[in-house]
Nanobody
Framework: QLRLVESGGGVVQPGGSLKLSCVLSGRPLEDYHMAWFRQVPGKERQGVSSISDKADRTDYAESVKGRFTISRDNAKNTIYLQMNSLKPDDTAVYYC?????????????????????WGQGTQVTVSS
């Protein structure tokens, strides 16, 4: 059984930074492509960023390109999301997810298809 636990959320002022972490247990992280999603109550879930199992491919939503960086440490079974130049529109609950498809595709950030295991989420609030 796969389990994901996110951490690192909090309250930050506009222009500030946060680094989210997500630890996978139950299987080696290196077996999976991974992603971060976010959701605001009452709105659709949005794909933020994805990373291939070997970290040789990454993809980002247009709204976070140049500001967010996804990374992973397979030895620690952990993925990260470094968020810089945060804006109030980045306020959301952030979730990490496991991609159960064998092939990597950044386009599935939009549909969420294949992301079958999710963490409980961590709240990020950007406010002055």
């Amino acid at each position: 059984q796969l389990r994901l636990v996110e951490s690192g959320g909090g309250v930050v002022q506009p222009g500030g930074s946060l680094k989210l972490s997500c630890v996978l247990s139950g299987r080696p992280l290196e077996d999976y492509h991974m992603a971060w999603f976010r959701q605001v109550p009452g709105k659709e879930r949005q794909g933020v960023s994805s990373i291939s199992d070997k970290a040789d491919r990454t993809d980002y939503a247009e709204s976070v390109k140049g500001r967010f960086t996804i990374s992973r440490d397979n030895a620690k079974n952990t993925i990260y999301l470094q968020m810089n130049s945060l804006k109030p529109d980045d306020t959301a609950v952030y979730y990490c997810a496991v991609d159960t498809f064998p092939y990597y595709s950044g386009s599935r950030l939009v549909s969420g298809v294949g992301y079958d295991y999710w963490g409980q989420g961590t709240q990020v609030t950007v406010s002055s």
